[in-house]
């Protein structure tokens, strides 16, 4: 435990929570990237904050709801699939998929925020759901739907959007980066999707009350925005909404204490009117109307008005003192594969997206390409190969790549490459890397000739989806005090 510094609005996010207001609130740290060793000097602040990250299979599977957590991620459709897509998002799917409640997303609506071809767009969204489901993705374990096809996605970004203030997004790193690319290269001016990203993320994770994300080191501050949008409107609506049901309960049982006095007066004129019946006989046969209880309103006048039958008040269900309207994600970090490094750049991500073909194994290059590929990426002159030399990301970035497609761990891969040299080690990794793709590419290839399959399974998952998002947005715009529609009112 650490003590920070009431925030400043100029800050970066790490991956922290903070207990305060009965909420968890995100952490930030000062904008010069402070560690948290660097961090306990500071000695005067207002809320203490403690550092969660989940690592792997060793967090608890249920979360305190007593259901099992929930997983959401997805990829955009952009360029071809890479095994850098494959063994640091989707391998790792796969094997999460019997511990939690997951939800894959083939993410069309970001792949939008630069220059795109729509025929290009429309494959490639196919294309991945094939990916997702040739990796080992089982439909009837996860949710697999296209982001577009759900349209509580957009709606809800919105709503976030309403609430964030623009210096948390043009501070963010990736949009700096790119906005400078764009640019450099004649591009003009970054759009404003590129500028909203972070938000539209926070809406695709906090739509389906998130537990765990499992994102790479550059979209960490992507979810700290999402996290801070969680705080704010749990902080801002939840407990306004707590208040107007205060409100609501209060005006009811007043209600109810009106309606037992009229109904004491209608019990005592129906004795009277029995009465009456047994003295005049001939009124007897007479069919007397029940009295119709009436709800006695008062407006601001201060008039009574008794035209609402109170048939239709219902009794505001109880809620816990404070219930947040969105649940605080957390970081997923898989045990290993996080992060698949270029070929041409152990310091560089792989990227579907980089002009270099060279840097980057697709999941659809056949044998020999990828054979190709791996003799000519770059080594070093070092003699043997070790893991975490820090002059040789190169080296490191190999070894996981083997590693990870040869099923063995990394003790194993160091006592076996300890001695190698590049050349048998190149022809190793390819072997490796080609024997592992292989069913994969089989199965992608079978899925690719039936597209009307593949369509009905996207279109049946985002109904799953939709369930889950709906009820969300429902909320959020209760909370929000938006006026329901005449179909959704009670």
């Known amino acids: 435990m650490i003590k920070l510094l009431r925030r400043p609005f100029n800050v970066i996010y790490p991956t922290?929570?903070?207990?305060?207001?009965?909420?968890?609130?995100?952490?930030?740290?000062?904008?010069?990237?402070a560690t948290i060793d660097d961090l306990s000097s500071l000695n005067s602040g207002d809320f203490v904050f403690e550092h969660e990250q989940v690592q792997g299979d060793k967090s608890p599977t249920f979360n305190e709801l007593g259901r099992k957590k929930r997983i959401l991620s997805g990829v955009q459709p952009t360029g071809k699939p890479t095994l850098g897509n494959y063994l640091g998002a989707l391998k790792n799917w796969v094997d999460l998929q019997d511990n939690y409640e997951n939800f894959f997303c083939v993410m069309d609506l970001h792949a939008i925020t630069a220059n795109y071809d729509p025929k290009e767009l429309r494959q490639?969204?196919?294309?991945?759901?094939?990916?997702?489901?040739?990796?080992?993705?089982?439909p009837k374990k996860s949710t697999v739907f296209v982001q577009s096809h759900v349209p509580a996605h957009t709606y809800l970004c919105w709503l976030l959007a309403c609430q964030t203030p623009v210096n948390w997004l043009i501070r963010q790193a990736q949009f700096v980066d790119k906005s400078n690319r764009i640019s450099a290269s004649g591009g003009g001016e970054a759009r404003t999707g590129l500028l909203t990203y972070p938000v539209l993320m926070a809406a695709?994770?906090?739509?389906?009350?998130?537990?765990?994300?499992?994102?790479?080191?550059?979209?960490?501050?992507?979810?700290?925005?999402?996290?801070?949008?969680?705080?704010?409107?749990?902080?801002?609506?939840?407990?306004?909404?707590?208040?107007?049901?205060?409100?609501?309960?209060?005006r009811f049982k007043a209600e109810?204490?009106?309606q037992q006095q009229q109904q004491q007066q209608q019990q005592q004129q129906q004795q009277q009117q029995q009465q009456q019946q047994q003295q005049v006989q001939s009124q007897s046969q007479q069919q007397q109307e029940?009295?119709?209880?009436?709800?006695?309103?008062?407006?601001?006048?201060?008039?009574?008005d008794f035209s609402i039958p109170l048939s239709t008040l219902t009794i505001l269900p109880k809620r816990s003192p404070i219930e947040p309207l969105f649940?605080?994600?957390?970081?997923?970090t898989p045990p290993a594969g996080a992060r698949v490094m270029s070929l041409q750049d152990g310091r560089s991500k792989m990227s579907k997206s980089h002009p270099n073909d060279g840097s980057r194994i697709n999941l659809t290059d056949s044998a020999d390409v990828i054979q190709q590929k791996i003799r000519r990426c770059k080594t070093d002159s070092v003699k043997g190969l070790v893991w975490g030399d820090p002059e040789r990301p190169e080296c490191d970035n190999l070894l996981t790549i083997y590693q990870l497609c040869a099923g063995k761990t990394k003790e194993e891969v160091a006592d076996q490459c300890r001695d190698m040299s590049w050349g048998p080690f190149k022809e190793l990794l390819a072997e490796a890397v080609i024997e592992h793709l292989r069913p994969i590419q089989g199965k992608y290839m079978?899925?690719?000739?039936?597209?009307?399959?593949?369509?009905?399974?996207?279109?049946?998952?985002?109904?799953t989806a939709a369930v889950v998002a709906?009820?969300?947005?429902?909320?959020?715009?209760?909370?929000m005090g938006f006026l329901p529609a005449k179909r959704e009112r009670k």
């Open 290 to 304: 029940p009295a119709i209880a009436e709800r006695h309103v008062l407006d601001k006048g201060g008039k009574e």
């Open 124 to 138: 490639a969204t196919r294309d991945m759901a094939a990916l997702y489901l040739a990796s080992g993705i089982d």
């Open 256 to 258: 109810k204490r009106l």
């Open 327 to 332: 649940r605080m994600p957390e970081i997923f």
């Open 446 to 463: 079978d899925l690719q000739r039936e597209p009307e399959y593949l369509d009905d399974l996207l279109a049946n998952g985002a109904e």
């Open 204 to 250: 695709d994770i906090l739509l389906y009350q998130t537990d765990l994300v499992p994102v790479g080191d550059d979209q960490r501050q992507h979810l700290q925005v999402a996290k801070e949008l969680a705080f704010r409107f749990n902080r801002d609506f939840a407990l306004r909404m707590k208040e107007r049901e205060k409100e609501e309960r209060a």
């Open 16 to 33: 922290c929570n903070v207990y305060a207001h009965n909420f968890q609130r995100p952490a930030p740290l000062l904008k010069t990237y």
């Open 470 to 479: 709906d009820r969300t947005v429902e909320r959020v715009r209760s909370a």
